[in-house]
Each structure stands twice: as C-alpha cells, then as structure tokens.
C-alpha cells in the first residue's frame, strides 16, 4: 500500500512559478513510476508528467512541456513538479499517481492517487 499527499498548491499570477511536491509512504517508492494529473472544473483528469523509477525517463504532456518540470527524490520518497510560466489554463486540482512497474500516461494504469492540491492561476 502506498499513500501520498500532494502540497505546494496556491494562487500565482500568470507568468509566475509554483513547485508541487508529493510525499510517498512505504519503503518501496524508488520501483514506482510517478505521474502528475490535473483535473480543470466540469473536465476530466488530464495527464500532465510522468516520470520512470529507474534511470529516470520524463514525459509530459505538449500543453506543458518546455515549463514544467518533473523529478523525484527516492531518498525522500518524494516526486516534484516545477511550474514556469504559469498560465489561466493550469489551473486544475493536480494530483499524484504511482504505479508499480512500468510508466504509463494512462490515468486507468495508476494503482494509487493522492488527494490534490489546487491551483489557480490569475490573469
């Protein structure tokens, strides 16, 4: 079993940065693959980054990629997601997501999710 809990969330302006960071329980985090989703009001649950547990591979959605960032800490069993150049449109509730094994981008491939961590970006 494995818990997580997102943090770092908030209100930025357009243009700014936020990192999130989620925190993973158990003592097997390095062989998770981790992904970040988000989920916009009244739309479903996008995928936003992924990144591999071992010799760490990174993937990204086009909407984000070249300004956010994802890495992991298997030390601290801790994933992060670095947000530039913030626009109205990120804002979503973002959640973390782990699986054993193989990465996928597949929302129906993740074993676990935290709870979110909102974040809203103003004009």
């Known amino acids: 079993q494995v818990q997580l809990v997102e943090s770092g969330g908030g209100l930025v302006q357009a243009g700014g940065s936020l990192r999130l960071s989620c925190a993973a329980s158990g003592r097997t985090f390095s062989s998770y693959a981790m992904d970040w989703f988000r989920q916009a009001p009244g739309k479903e649950r996008d995928f936003v980054a992924a990144?591999?547990?071992?010799?760490?591979?990174?993937y990204y959605a086009d909407s984000v990629k070249g300004r956010f960032t994802i890495s992991r800490d298997n030390a601290k069993n801790t994933v992060y997601l670095q947000m530039n150049s913030l626009k109205p449109e990120d804002t979503a509730v973002y959640y973390c997501?782990?699986?054993?094994?193989?990465?996928?981008?597949?929302?129906?491939?993740?074993?676990?999710w935290g709870k979110g961590t909102l974040v809203t970006v103003s004009s």
């Open positions: 997501a782990a699986r054993q094994g193989v990465v996928t981008t597949r929302r129906d491939g993740m074993d676990y």
């Open positions: 990144i591999s547990w071992r010799a760490p591979s990174t």
